[in-house]
């Protein structure tokens, strides 16, 4: 099993300031996440004048000349960027930079044409949010794509999500009938340490290849998207761990034993030990064995069937442990 691919989110923790922007970018590169993703949009294309967020998304929008500065910023690090547009003039500026590796499609933008159109076009790769999405519309936003540059991410923000509204099942249930790459975005509250952690492994575990994950400079100030954030030395302490998890499930999906399961095969499986003195040429009777663990690896309870009835050739007194060796082959 390969590694995850991890995906710093810094959605709106910059609150709309350059510089805090840039820090954030540093700190996903640092944390050793694969790529960290920026939510690009216009207020006046995303939302109406009377939405109840207009004036709070009006404080935090970045202007065109602050966008390029912090792609030129984030490509020189070795961390993949990924754009997540959120209107269709924000896909196109974003079009402009080469520095971009991949697009986000937000899952209200999965029904839209003018979109879609772009991203037929583009040799980007492509992750698309399917959260809260009905599956016809996934079906529906799939069939104009290449299944090879994209990837499924389940998972909902709800300011935070609750655990039990993970429902890690869509992850296999969309690999299987999608037949594509599918990851999981995670916004279980960060103040829950176990959580917020166990969460992305599980997804993994039923099969996610990509996790995407919140991060925040200070989450104690409470700011924006502050709610399934984690801290820098946190977000390094959970990349760390998420990329283990490959090496727990293991990659041999064949029963080959380790060294490790060999070393405790021979610690634990009982063996044959003569219960009686058996004399040079004597037959070996059922009365004449237990079986108890040894330093060797003997004649286990399986295979000891086929040397009943035979005669060893050493004499052997009780208590010692009965080999292969102390039978001649026939």
């Not at 294309?45 to 009006?58: A, T």
């Not at 896909?91 to 697009?103: I, K, M, P, R």
């Not at 998890?245 to 034993?257: A, D, F, Q, R, T």
Request: aromatic fraction near 10%.
């Amino acid at each position: 099993m390969k590694n995850p691919y991890i995906i710093a989110e810094i959605a709106s923790a910059h609150e709309g300031v350059l510089p805090k922007l840039k820090k954030l970018i540093t700190k996903s590169y640092e944390s050793g996440a694969d790529a960290v993703k920026l939510q690009i949009f216009q207020r006046d294309k995303l939302l109406s004048k009377n939405h109840n967020l207009y004036k709070e998304f009006g404080e935090i929008e970045l202007s065109r000349s602050e966008w390029t500065e912090a792609i030129i910023y984030a490509s020189k690090y070795k961390i993949d960027l990924i754009i997540e547009p959120y209107d269709y003039e924000s896909l196109l500026f974003a079009e402009q930079f080469d520095e971009v590796f991949a697009y986000k499609v937000p899952t209200a933008s999965i029904e839209d044409d003018s979109i879609i159109k772009i991203l037929i076009d583009s040799k980007k790769m492509l992750f698309a949010g399917v959260g809260g999405a009905m599956l016809s519309e996934i079906e529906s936003f799939i069939s104009h794509l290449s299944k090879d540059s994209l990837t499924l991410l389940c998972g909902f923000q709800n300011f935070p999500t609750k655990v039990y509204d993970s429902k890690l099942y869509q992850i296999s249930f969309l690999r299987d009938k999608m037949n594509c790459r599918v990851g999981y975005a995670d916004h279980i509250d960060a103040d829950d340490y176990e959580m917020s952690r166990l969460v992305a492994c599980l997804a993994i575990g039923q099969g996610a290849e990509v996790i995407e994950k919140h991060i925040t400079d200070n989450r104690l100030l409470k700011g924006r998207d502050y709610y399934s954030s984690l801290n820098p030395d946190e977000f390094k302490s959970f990349v760390q761990l998420v990329k283990s998890i490959p090496k727990i499930i293991g990659e041999n999906y064949n029963w080959v034993l380790s060294d490790a399961e060999l070393k405790y095969r021979r610690f634990s499986k009982k063996f044959a030990v003569l219960e009686n003195d058996l004399k040079i040429g004597e037959k070996l009777k059922k009365d004449d064995l237990k079986f108890k663990r040894t330093n060797n690896l003997g004649i286990s309870e399986n295979e000891i069937i086929n040397f009943y009835g035979k005669s060893i050739n050493k004499s052997k007194l009780s208590g010692q442990e009965l080999l292969k060796s102390d039978f001649n082959e026939e």
